[in-house]
């Protein structure tokens, strides 16, 4: 923040302003009358002050005083479509207190002032037949989703690939494009007989006491499932441990092999 906007200047901080929020209709038309040509200098220059509304108060000299008055606000300019052209003013005085700021283009800040009124500003019931088509109109116009059109400057088709729902990405010349990854088929392994795989198990546990699935299946050549189910009767596997992940021979089976006379 620049020196110059350090310092507030509070010289109006005591004069009681009216704050009044209007609908985006509203503000845009009272912005577009600004900027309309003025009538000095031949309509060269914007109009500085032009006259966008006139504001009716209905007072009853009957009515009791803490009654609040009925205002309304008529819009001068010409509204389009379905733009409402009359609203009612909804006073406040209880409100949680507010100022107004401003800084100029130097970035000085001053306080403009305190609210003491709040006003609310909604379309005349006159007017809510128009206002309900406004709103249906925006809310039409919101679930419009409008089509984007891409220059795609490679016309032969040269460094395009398909994807799914017929969509098409160019490939830029900084795109590495991979080599198709081939397959090794995998050769299907024949199951021998029950008795046979059972003896070459015994005699590689003979070589040596601890195997994983995936040496077991090197060394035999033998189906995996089938290989599993095998083991699952000769063998125990080793869930933790230092030879965890790996099958041994049950003991009833180990105590058996040393018993049994070697060839």
């Known amino acids: 923040m620049s020196e110059e906007a350090k310092y507030l200047e509070t010289a109006r901080a005591d004069r009681p302003l009216w704050l009044m929020k209007c609908p985006t209709v509203v503000s845009r038309a009272w912005q577009e009358a600004a900027a309309a040509p003025g009538p000095d200098a031949g309509g060269a220059n914007p109009n500085p002050n032009p006259v966008v509304a006139k504001v009716i108060l209905f007072h009853d000299p009957l009515r009791d005083d803490e009654e609040p008055s009925q205002i309304k606000m008529e819009m001068t300019q010409a509204c389009s479509g379905n733009t409402p052209k009359s609203y009612s003013l909804d006073m406040h005085s209880d409100f949680v207190p507010m100022c107004i700021f401003s800084e100029s283009n130097q970035g000085k800040i001053a306080c403009e002032g305190k609210v003491a009124k709040k006003i609310d500003m909604k379309p005349h019931r006159e007017n809510l037949m128009d206002y309900r088509k406004l709103c249906r109109e925006r809310t039409n116009m919101s679930m419009v989703k409008p089509r984007k059109m891409e220059l795609i400057l490679d016309d032969n088709g040269q460094g395009m690939r398909p994807l799914p729902g017929n969509m098409l990405v160019h490939l830029g010349p900084k795109e590495k494009r991979k080599p198709p990854v081939t397959k090794i088929p995998e050769t299907k392994r024949t199951r021998m007989d029950r008795g046979e795989l059972e003896t070459k198990l015994f005699k590689l546990f003979e070589r040596q006491p601890n195997w994983s699935l995936k040496q077991l299946m090197q060394e035999t050549n033998q189906p995996e ?33 040393e018993d049994s006379p070697t060839n």
């Open 225 to 257: 499932q089938f290989l599993k189910e095998i083991l699952n009767t000769l063998c125990v596997y080793n869930k933790r441990g230092p030879n965890q992940g790996t099958h041994e021979l049950k003991p009833e089976y180990k105590k058996y092999r």
